[in-house]
Nanobody
């Protein structure tokens, strides 16, 4: 079993910054990718950013240039540095990891954290 623990959420004023961190623990053999999703009230969960083991990244168009994702495959951690936050960034942010575990028979499985609240408000 794999557990993801997120930290770093909170309240910040528009234009401010926050850093989210996530650590995956368990019988992980290999990490394929880790990322951050968010879900605002009444809206669907959306992918904000992700980083793969080869270093390639993806960003939601609306956060490009303001958010930066970084990962450490050896430690199974991922961070999301969020700058110039806007009110529409208010959401619960979830960490996601696609990993191969000792029990998965070589196949990747998807795991989620419980989420951390980010509130952007003056």
């Amino acid at each position: 079993q794999v557990q993801l623990v997120e930290s770093g959420g909170g309240q910040v004023q528009p234009g401010g910054s926050l850093r989210l961190s996530c650590a995956a623990a368990g019988n992980i053999v290999r990490t394929f990718e880790m990322g951050w999703y968010r879900q605002a009230p009444g809206l669907q969960r959306e992918l904000v950013a992700r980083i793969r083991s080869d270093g390639s990244t993806y960003y939601l168009d609306s956060v490009k240039g303001r958010f930066a994702i970084a990962g450490d495959n050896a430690k199974n951690t991922v961070e999301l540095q969020m700058s110039s936050l806007k009110a529409e960034g208010t959401a619960v942010y979830y960490c996601d990891a696609e990993v191969v575990t000792t029990a998965s028979g070589g196949y990747e499985s998807d795991y989620w954290g419980r989420g951390t609240q980010v509130t952007v408000s003056s």
